[in-house]
């Protein structure tokens, strides 16, 4: 704690006093361009990785970076989400998975979750079409190239749950959305995206464009059918 409040204290004496300009306009209210949905894990730093400023992203965290389907709960997500698109706007929305994350080595082993944590166990449910994708398409993983797997699965099984929201759904068809999946690297600070042209995650300068005049879910129908997968990434 005492690290954390010398951190506040150099943050008031040192960043503030030179960003005031930019914090006097935050005060006015908030124009994010970027949805960001990420893991809890202590490792990531949605606004170091980007280089993001205050204000730029309006960000979504909690285990696995789960995004539970529209109706599903009740939750914060749905909430947050809906805000996010419908009163802030936001047209870019990025679900950023990770290397060696905690969470998607849970869901490899979800059977030993359920009596030391319950709630854990609950959550990673949402995350059930990334578990089955995993176990009914990739027995000839193990190890870390299996969590791997399993998060890249999971990003584009988010995607997809993103696309039962209403107010996205709404968006994607009449091409004022564009939903996007990335993978951070831990070791290397890398970070691929998803391409559906290719079906892989790839640098994201490195991704092919898509056909402009189609609508995202036209492209979502024709370049990734109706089984999105990772599998055959050149990085798993
Ligand atoms: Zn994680």
């Known amino acids: ?10 943050f008031q004496t040192n960043y503030l006093s030179t960003h005031r300009e930019m914090f006097e306009l935050l005060s006015q209210g908030q124009h ?7 893991c809890s894990d202590s490792r990531i730093d949605p606004n170091l990785i980007t280089q993001a400023e205050p204000g730029e992203m309006f960000i979504i965290r909690n285990a696995g970076n789960i995004i539970p389907p529209y109706g599903a709960t009740n939750g914060g997500e749905c909430a947050a989400v809906e805000y996010a698109i419908h009163a802030l706007g936001i047209k870019q929305v990025i679900v950023c998975g ?16 359920e009596e030391e944590m319950p709630a854990v166990y609950e959550w990673l449910k949402h995350a059930e079409a990334t578990r089955r994708m995993i176990k009914e398409n990739y027995q000839d993983y193990e190890g870390e190239k299996l969590l791997q797997a399993t998060v890249e699965e999971n990003i584009l099984t988010q995607l997809e749950n993103l696309r039962t929201y209403p107010v996205i759904h709404s968006r994607l068809h009449s091409g004022q959305i564009q939903l996007h999946g ?10 691929l995206e998803y391409d559906p042209v290719r079906r892989q995650f790839v640098a994201p300068e490195t ?24 599998k055959g990434n050149g990085k798993g």
Do not use: N
Request: net charge positive; with cysteine.
């Open 32 to 38: 994010p361009r970027i949805l960001f949905i990420t």
């Open 182 to 191: 990335w993978v951070y690297y831990i070791e290397s600070g890398e970070i």
């Open 1 to 10: 704690m005492k690290k954390l409040i010398q951190g506040i204290h150099s």
């Open 207 to 230: 991704r092919l464009p898509r056909a402009a005049w189609l609508t995202p879910e036209q492209q979502q129908r024709i370049y990734q059918g109706s089984g999105a997968s990772a």
């Open 98 to 113: 990770h290397s060696h994350c905690g969470a998607m080595k849970g869901l490899l082993k979800l059977d030993k979750l």
